[in-house]
Structure formats: structure tokens, C-alpha cells
């Protein structure tokens, strides 16, 4: 069993630059892909970076220029930076470690997920 913990979330301003990381319990970390994905208020769930086993990284077009997405294969973590924070940027991000795959693909709930950690960017 795959539990993932969260951290890094908060209220920021804009312009300002996070950090979210995950941690991965279990054997399965680096055997499939990880990622974040975002949910805003009202809205579905969107990737918003995933790397895979090989260390490719996708990005959606609205974080292609401000975010980076590593891990630490030691720590059994992977990290989510997002710089110059757009109110916009505001919303519940999950990490997630896809049960199958090592690449980026879409993403169903018998994946694994976090609980999500809670992002406000303030303008």
C-alpha cells in the first residue's frame, strides 16, 4: 500500500515562489511516474506536472515557465516549485504516484493520491 503525505502549502503572495513536496511510503517509489495535479474551487482536476521514472518532465502550458518538478529518490520525495504566483495559481494540489506507467498519462482515482494540501496566492 502507497500512502503519500503533502507539505508545503499556504497562503502566499503573489509574485512569490512555493514549494510543495510529497512523500512516498512503501517500495513503489520510482517504479511509476509521480505528479501534481490542482483543483480549484468549482473546477475539475488538472495536471499540473509529472515526471516519470526516466526523469521527463511535463508541465500544462499555464505553469510551463514557472514551475520544476524533482524528486530525491533517497527521500522517497518529489518536489513542486511554482515561481511568480498567480492569484489564479490558487486551489487544492494533489500528489499523485500512478499505480501503472512511467510516464506521464492521464490520471484515474486507482491511482495513488495525497489528501491534497491547500495553495492561496493573495493579490
Known amino acids: 500500500q502507497v500512502q503519500l503525505v503533502e507539505s508545503g502549502g499556504g497562503l502566499v503572495q503573489a509574485g512569490e515562489s512555493m514549494t510543495l513536496s510529497c512523500t512516498s511510503s512503501?517500495?513503489?517509489?520510482?517504479?511509476?511516474?509521480m505528479g501534481w495535479y490542482r483543483q480549484a474551487q468549482g473546477q475539475e482536476r488538472e495536471m499540473v506536472a509529472v515526471?516519470?521514472?526516466?526523469?521527463?518532465?511535463n508541465y500544462a502550458d499555464f505553469v510551463k515557465d514557472r514551475a520544476t518538478i524533482y524528486r530525491d529518490v533517497a527521500k522517497k520525495t518529489v518536489y513542486l516549485r511554482i515561481n511568480s504566483l498567480k492569484p489564479e495559481d490558487t486551489g487544492v494540489y494533489y500528489c499523485?504516484?500512478?499505480?501503472?506507467?512511467?510516464?506521464?498519462?492521464?490520471?484515474?482515482?486507482?491511482?495513488?493520491w495525497g489528501q491534497g494540501t491547500q495553495v492561496t496566492v493573495s493579490s
Open positions: 515526471i516519470s521514472t526516466g526523469g521527463t518532465t
Open positions: 499523485i504516484q500512478y499505480k501503472y506507467g512511467t510516464t506521464y498519462s492521464k490520471a484515474s482515482a486507482n491511482d495513488y
Open positions: 512503501g517500495s513503489r517509489f520510482g517504479t511509476n511516474a
